[in-house]
């Protein structure tokens, strides 16, 4: 009798599946890899590849990654490759984790420091140049530098301990920043095989016995066919939002579009796409990484910006409103959060700045050119218009203006004849006083 994955696999050969990851290890990653490896265990597959080639990625979303490596049923691979690609920092960690790990020649790993610490503390002399009194109290920044790097290094050694691989390597790849290619990897036994291709990598994994969360597994991958996963929509969607310069970006429109509502009610349409930029901003920032100070900073700029809107003065409150927002973008992300950099691109910084200046240059001209202006409107708007006397006895009288019939009385001793011209030079609550039109 066949079994029923037996029976699967000769109506379906296609039991090896594979997905790319190009690029920092981010949210949309993840979200790939989660969609990958559940087709993979509906599917019942023999193999995962995960092809890499990643600088690193956000701390919280590699070691969600790791986990779900761990705790699957179906075997990972970790592939570096084409030739030229690495696996840097968070993809060393990916690399270690995966129930397989191979590299393609021309491939590099390692430099898994956290980015925090910026350079691996230097190695203690053996001896003190000088006889010291006392041993000096560590501060608290090489406290918490410490304390970083023993969580890393402790991390990728359990790591090690469970598949079986260098260890003591691991370590340096922490705290010293160590980078090994392809074939020195190979002989460091920090990865398990070189393959040139795909194709060679299931040839020579096959009847390789795994351990997963199911028990031992034996692979057979020899002329199996690779069935390549896109990633979703959705995927795509949420790498592209969650990049911290689009995020940014969609923050700013937000902003934009609601003042712009406020400054003119009933436009609509900048309401509209300011909430849904906003809104998808946000939650992109809620995905990263963030610095509380850079959130206080932008969230200030947003409050004097407001302010300006409703109570438009001289541009002060803009002013700060932009300088706020500067601030708040340099500090906006943790670096702690990401082993890569995270920090925003200075040509996006320094677009929005200047974005931003020009909007309110412009408000601002509006603003002063709006106090220079002569008003037309409410009773001012009658000074200086033409009238015609209907009605005049004894210095006063009725003149229609605009239509209207308004009581009048001369701005000094002034004989009218009903069908007389004159011009309004004031008013007195309900009264005009008029003059002779000339």
């Known amino acids: 009798m066949v079994s029923a994955p037996a029976a699967r696999s000769a109506a379906n050969p296609v039991e090896?599946?594979?997905?790319?990851?190009?690029?920092?290890?981010?949210?949309?990653?993840?979200?790939h890899f989660s969609e990958a490896l559940e087709t993979a265990r509906s599917h019942d597959a023999q193999?995962?590849?995960?092809?890499?080639?990643?600088?690193?990625?956000l701390v919280a979303v590699t070691r969600q990654i790791i986990s779900?490596?761990?705790?699957?049923?179906?075997?990972?691979?970790?592939?570096?490759?084409?030739?030229?690609?690495?696996?840097?920092?968070?993809?060393t960690y990916l690399s270690y984790a995966a129930h397989i790990s191979a590299m393609a020649p021309g491939t590099h790993l390692g430099a898994a420091t956290p980015i925090l610490m910026g350079q691996p503390p230097s190695p203690q002399p053996l001896a003190p140049s000088k006889p010291a009194d006392k041993p000096s109290k560590p501060t608290q920044d090489s406290a918490a530098e410490k304390k970083v790097i023993n969580d890393a290094v402790a991390y990728l050694r359990a790591l090690a301990q469970l598949r079986g691989r260098n260890a003591e390597w691991a370590e340096k790849a922490v705290t010293e920043a160590a980078t090994l290619t392809a074939?020195?990897?190979q002989q460091e036994k920090v990865i398990d095989l070189l393959a040139d291709d795909v194709a060679e990598l299931l040839k020579k994994i096959d009847g390789k016995e795994l351990v997963t969360p199911a028990g031992i597994r034996t692979?057979?991958?020899?002329?199996l066919s690779v069935?390549?996963?896109?990633?979703?929509?959705?995927?795509?969607?949420?790498?592209?939002?969650?990049?911290?310069?689009?995020?940014f970006i969609l923050l700013m429109i937000g902003i934009y579009g609601i003042l712009f509502e406020f400054w003119s009610p009933g436009l609509a349409g900048p309401g509209i796409v300011g909430a849904i930029s906003l809104v998808i901003a946000l939650m992109a920032l809620s995905a990263l990484p963030v610095n509380i100070a850079g959130v206080g900073l932008l969230l200030?700029?947003?409050?004097?910006?407001?302010?300006?809107?409703?109570?438009?003065?001289?541009?002060?409150?803009?002013?700060?409103?932009?300088?706020?927002?500067?601030?708040g973008a340099l500090f906006l992300f943790d670096p702690a959060g990401a082993d890569f950099d995270l920090s925003l691109a200075w040509p996006v910084i320094v677009g929005v700045a200047l974005t931003t200046l020009v909007v309110f240059a412009g408000a601002l001209a509006m603003v002063v050119q709006s106090r220079q202006r002569a008003i037309a409107t409410g009773s001012e708007e009658l000074i200086g218009m033409p009238g015609e006397i209907l009605e005049w006895s004894g210095g006063k009288g009725r003149v229609r203006v605009h239509g209207e019939i308004w009581a009048a009385t001369g701005a000094q001793p002034l004989a009218l004849e009903p069908g007389d011209r004159v011009f309004i030079t004031g008013r007195d609550r309900l009264t005009l006083l008029v003059a002779h039109s000339t």
């Open 47 to 57: 193999l995962l590849i995960i092809r890499l080639d990643t600088p690193g990625g």
């Open 227 to 247: 069935k390549y996963l896109e990633p979703s929509w959705q995927s795509q969607l949420i790498t592209i939002v969650t990049d911290p310069n689009v995020a």
């Open 183 to 185: 074939r020195e990897a």
């Open 68 to 91: 779900k490596i761990l705790s699957s049923n179906v075997p990972v691979a970790i592939y570096v490759a084409p030739n030229g690609a690495r696996a840097a920092s968070a993809g």
């Open 16 to 31: 090896v599946f594979l997905i790319d990851v190009n690029g920092p290890i981010s949210v949309g990653a993840q979200q």
């Open 219 to 223: 692979l057979r991958t020899a002329g």
């Open 300 to 327: 200030l700029g947003i409050a004097f910006l407001v302010a300006e809107a409703f109570a438009p003065g001289f541009g002060i409150l803009g002013l700060g409103g932009i300088v706020a927002f500067i601030a």
